[in-house]
């Protein structure tokens, strides 16, 4: 079985991606893809992380969890979808002890032994720590950005560092990554990947990120658009999507609203292109598919 783990990270819109992916489900499922509803499992593995600390899943393990998650024969499931936004840490312990997601590693060397027997993958939304941590922030019951950060420098976050990590901890596991600001145009493709289908595949809610951010004009005119153009490419219609995004992208939606003590532009700025370079070499790593525009 192909079992597809997403981890996060927080305030990416894992909820969007868990209502597009179950939209989806009855379609996958003559192909063996299972998506079960989270109430069926994410409070049973964090149980089970919890309890096994720095130690080995327990032989049989991994079947009682499958017997709690599908609603079908084992037999009959070839690719297994599993979403855990908190499955590193809750928000207000993101940064326990200076580090981002320090048990990281630790979860999913467990996750590894449980489904050992399985081809296991990870998927990881990233967002620019400019507007991560205000978003972060606003999670939980801290007051400041301090207080979130236990010592850590804003500028010292880097996702290439967490990813380097998790290759080191889970070696051979396959990593996709992609950058939460680029969902709206790569929202069809990232579904298709953790589903496992072919780029032609239809997928219900493909554009959905994209509305979020457009006008209802906009999106009507999209939409139309495509209808007459049946046969256009993935890549020509991810041109379309720029060119719509251009003309009428909701000025509301796209820009996010910072409320940090003590950033300015120039610190936002910073941040943004420290990031831009982080994302680029994370791409290059090797084990990492990195979903791009």
């Given at each position: 079985?192909?079992?597809?783990?997403?981890?996060?990270?927080?305030?990416?819109?894992?909820?969007?991606?868990?209502?597009?992916?179950?939209?989806?489900?009855?379609?996958?499922?003559?192909?063996?893809?299972?998506?079960?509803?989270?109430?069926?499992?994410?409070?049973?593995?964090?149980?089970?992380?919890?309890?096994?600390?720095?130690?080995?899943?327990?032989?049989?393990?991994?079947?009682?969890?499958?017997?709690?998650?599908?609603?079908?024969?084992?037999?009959?499931?070839?690719?297994?979808?599993?979403?855990?936004?908190?499955?590193?840490?809750?928000?207000?312990?993101?940064?326990?002890?200076?580090?981002?997601?320090?048990?990281?590693?630790?979860?999913?060397?467990?996750?590894?032994?449980?489904?050992a027997e399985d081809d296991f993958e990870i998927f990881l939304a990233?967002?620019?720590?400019?507007?991560?941590?205000?978003?972060?922030?606003?999670?939980?019951?801290?007051?400041?950005?301090?207080?979130?950060?236990?010592?850590?420098?804003?500028?010292?976050?880097?996702?290439?560092?967490l990813v380097s990590r998790i290759l080191e901890a889970v070696p051979g596991v396959p990593i996709t990554v992609w950058c939460d600001e680029d969902s709206p145009l790569v929202w069809g493709e990232l579904v298709r990947e953790m589903v496992g289908v072919a780029p032609t595949h239809p997928i219900i809610g493909a554009y959905s990120r994209l509305s979020d951010i457009m006008t209802k004009e906009g999106m009507t005119r999209f939409r139309a658009y495509l209808a007459e153009r049946p046969d256009l490419t993935e890549i020509q219609i991810r041109r379309v999507m720029v060119a719509f995004l251009d003309k009428y992208a909701d000025p509301d939606k796209v820009d996010a609203e910072l409320d940090v003590a003590g950033w300015d532009a120039d610190i936002v700025q910073d941040l943004t292109d420290d990031y831009d370079d982080d994302v680029f070499a994370i791409g290059r790593m090797p084990g990492v598919t990195l979903i791009a525009p």
């Open positions: 079985m192909q079992v597809v783990l997403h981890a996060g990270v927080h305030a990416t819109d894992s909820d969007r991606l868990l209502k597009t992916l179950l939209r989806n489900r009855d379609g996958v499922r003559p192909l063996g893809t299972a998506v079960p509803g989270p109430g069926r499992y994410r409070r049973l593995i964090s149980e089970m992380l919890n309890s096994l600390g720095s130690g080995e899943a327990a032989p049989g393990a991994r079947d009682v969890l499958l017997d709690s998650v599908l609603d079908q024969e084992v037999g009959h499931v070839d690719r297994l979808i599993l979403l855990h936004e908190n499955l590193f840490s809750v928000p207000k312990i993101a940064f326990q002890g200076g580090v981002v997601y320090r048990k990281a590693e630790q979860r999913l060397r467990i996750c590894q032994t449980l489904f990233l967002r620019n720590p400019a507007t991560f941590l205000p978003a972060l922030l606003h999670a939980t019951p801290h007051d400041t950005l301090d207080q979130l950060l236990n010592g850590l420098d804003p500028f010292e976050l880097r996702w290439s560092g």
